[in-house]
Structure formats: structure tokens, C-alpha cells
T-cell receptor, first 112, second 113 residues
Framework: KNEVEQSPQNLTAQEGEFITINCSYS?????LHWLQQHPGGGIVSLFM???GKKKHGRLIATINIQEKHSSLHITASHPRDSAVYIC??????????????FGEGTQLTVNP | DVKVTQSSRYLVKRTGEKVFLECVQD?????MFWYRQDPGLGLRLIYF?????MKEKGDIPEGYSVSREKKERFSLILESASTNQTSMYLC????WGRGYEQYFGPGTRLTVT
């Protein structure tokens, strides 16, 4: 079964700390997505990766295809970064190329 | 900007009622999805559709059906609501560009009493 595992499940940090959230997957992928969900439900896409590294403001996402692993880093964390971060993967060989498999999410709390 | 809207933010229904959840996207996306989200279980795919009148079962289709008569609209139907269908329901859409990045609606919090 195609699987996506995230760690940690919960993370509490102090404002200003460097944060890392990890995602591992089981087989070859077409793309990996990092999503953010704030309280109240809305989910937004942060990054889509198929190789290498992407940066947007204080957020950095990396992927290692050989090791089947991705990380999401937040530099100089801020309380407004508090949210659930979700890793989602499009697996190669899916009958529908559009279907994603989701990790369970990481609840991040950044305290002032 | 892509906009995905859902018919209700909060809904309370009684056991046995037929429930309709509607989702509309305004960017001509070919793919649309219905998920439910429960604490500790993450997002689970109920059904998805890759074209008008086309649908495929996801991981948890039991107790649900869907309808896609127009490209922009994807409906989730609970034929006879049960208390174990109390959940947050999220709709999303995507297209082949940008690696099938999914755009999500705001969610519907359904409570079945």
C-alpha cells in the first residue's frame, strides 16, 4: 500500500526557533506537496516538489528522491506559523495521476 | 485566483436524513475531490471525479455517493446520514498543470444527531 508518514505529530516551539517537519513515503512519486491548514479548516498549498529545494519567504522545502524523504523548514518561527502542516504525495502508477495520498499532519504551535 | 466554494460551513442533520454537500470551482479544473477529515486520521478520500459524469471511489466510499453533471460542480450525497458520518468535509479541485496541485474549499462541518 502506498504510504506517507510524517513526524513529529505535534511540535511546540518558541518564537524565533528553526523548525523542521519530516515526511517519508514508500514508493516512487510524481510530486510531493506541502500544505498548511489553519484553525477553521482552510487548506492552502505551500510547495509542490519533484526534486531539489524550494524557498518561499521563511519556508524551505527539500526532497531527496533516493531516500524517499522530504523536509519542511521554517526559519525564525512566529506565532502566526501555528497551524497543521500536511505532506501529500502523488504516487507513480496511480490509475489517476491526480490523486494524492496524505500524511496525518503535524500540529505546530509557536509560542511568543 | 482559483476559488473553490462549498455550500455550507456548518450543517446539522438528523440520523436517516438525505444530505447534499455541494462544491463549485471557478477555474475549469477537470479533477474534483471529496475528503473527510477526522482527528488522528488525516484527510481521507471519499470519491473523486476526473471529468463530467465520471467518478471513482476513494478509500472510504461506503455510505456516500457523488454527482458531477457540470464541470464546475461536484456534489457529495449521504443517502441516509448516520452519526459516524459526523465530520469535516473538504472539497478540492486540480488540473494537470503544476503537478496536480489541489485547491481546497473552506470545508463543511457536518454534525449528525
Amino acid at each position: 500500500k502506498n504510504e506517507v508518514e510524517q513526524s513529529p505529530q505535534n511540535l511546540t516551539a518558541q518564537e524565533g526557533e528553526f523548525i523542521t517537519i519530516n515526511c517519508s513515503y514508500s514508493v516512487g512519486i510524481s510530486a510531493l506537496h506541502w500544505l498548511q491548514q489553519h484553525p477553521g479548516g482552510g487548506i492552502v498549498s505551500l510547495f509542490m516538489l519533484s526534486s531539489g529545494k524550494k524557498k518561499h519567504g521563511r519556508l524551505i522545502a527539500t526532497i531527496n528522491i533516493q531516500e524517499k524523504h522530504s523536509s519542511l523548514h521554517i526559519t525564525a518561527s512566529h506565532p502566526r506559523d501555528s497551524a497543521v502542516y500536511i505532506c501529500a504525495v502523488g504516487f507513480l502508477g496511480e490509475t489517476s495521476g491526480s490523486r494524492l495520498t496524505f500524511g496525518e499532519g503535524t500540529q505546530l504551535t509557536v509560542n511568543p | 485566483d482559483v476559488k473553490v466554494t462549498q455550500s455550507s460551513r456548518y450543517l446539522v442533520k438528523r440520523t436517516g436524513e438525505k444530505v447534499f454537500l455541494e462544491c463549485v470551482q471557478d477555474m475549469d479544473h477537470e479533477n474534483m475531490f471529496w475528503y473527510r477529515q477526522d482527528p488522528g486520521l488525516g484527510l481521507r478520500l471519499i470519491y473523486f471525479s476526473y471529468d463530467v459524469k465520471m467518478k471513482e471511489k476513494g478509500d472510504i466510499p461506503e455510505g456516500y455517493s457523488v454527482s458531477r453533471e457540470k464541470k464546475e460542480r461536484f456534489s457529495l450525497i449521504l443517502e441516509s446520514a448516520s452519526t459516524n458520518q459526523t465530520s469535516m468535509y473538504l472539497c478540492a479541485s486540480s488540473f494537470w498543470g503544476r503537478g496536480y496541485e489541489q485547491y481546497f474549499g473552506p470545508g463543511t462541518r457536518l454534525t449528525v444527531t
